[in-house]
């Protein structure tokens, strides 16, 4: 029994230590996390908190645990960029930004560029830790496209239709353009023609 009651005390003990050792670190990490999307077709920014901008973090590449392997940068059409606008502000007023952006209709998958200079925060690393710069082009981007659209990403269909309607706007001014020219052409050389005929001088013989 006296075992009993001083194994008690004994893990109690413990637990007090470990949790007196553990809050206060736990309150320096308390944060203000939102990211925003704004971009092509979007009347309203899709707005993202807390857990929500984890999950996108790590489908985006943010966070350095989830380094995917991605293959070369993109060198087909990416379509239309949207902006992924992260903002964090810690409880001693310190704040961190960063920003992507996010082809999410690019031909062949999706891709996200990460530019250089960026910095963001994350407790599980220790603090304060500096951004790759790179493309990204992994499956978990594709994921995160996915996760956006189901909180008011515009499907491709809708995209893609404006871009077609502009396609068939540009092509039938290019076939007027090059129709106008030819025309214009041939008018010219039939005028300088005309000329040259008429300024023949009869011959006599």
């Known amino acids: 029994m006296n075992r009993s009651i001083a194994l008690t005390l004994v893990v109690g003990m413990s637990c007090a230590i470990v949790g007196a050792s553990t809050t206060p670190a736990a309150a320096d990490y ?3 996390l939102t990211a925003r999307v704004t971009g092509l ?4 920014a899709i707005q993202l908190k807390f857990s929500e901008v984890f999950q996108l973090e790590t489908y985006l590449g943010v966070i350095p645990a989830s380094l995917a392997i991605s293959p070369p940068p993109p060198t087909g059409y990416l379509g239309p960029s949207y902006l992924v606008a992260y903002t964090e502000k810690l409880v001693d007023g310190t704040s961190y930004s960063l920003e992507q ?3 999410p209709y690019a031909v062949g998958r999706p891709w996200v560029y990460t530019g250089p200079g960026q910095s963001f925060f994350n407790p599980a690393f220790g603090g304060a830790f500096n951004i790759r710069s790179r493309w990204l082009g992994s499956p978990d ?8 659209r189901e ?7 809708s995209i893609g239709g404006k871009d077609n309607a502009w396609s068939r706007w540009i092509r039938l ?6 129709f106008l020219t030819l025309v214009g ?3 010219l050389r039939r005028r300088r023609a005309g000329r040259s005929d008429g300024d023949r001088t009869p011959i006599s013989i």
């Open 30 to 32: 308390e944060q203000v």
């Open 41 to 44: 077709n979007l009347t309203r």
């Open 101 to 103: 952006l996010l082809y």
């Open 141 to 148: 981007v594709a994921e995160g496209v996915r996760f956006l």
């Open 151 to 157: 909180r008011g990403l515009p499907p491709p269909t």
């Open 173 to 178: 001014a290019i076939v007027s353009s090059a």
């Open 185 to 187: 052409a041939f008018v």
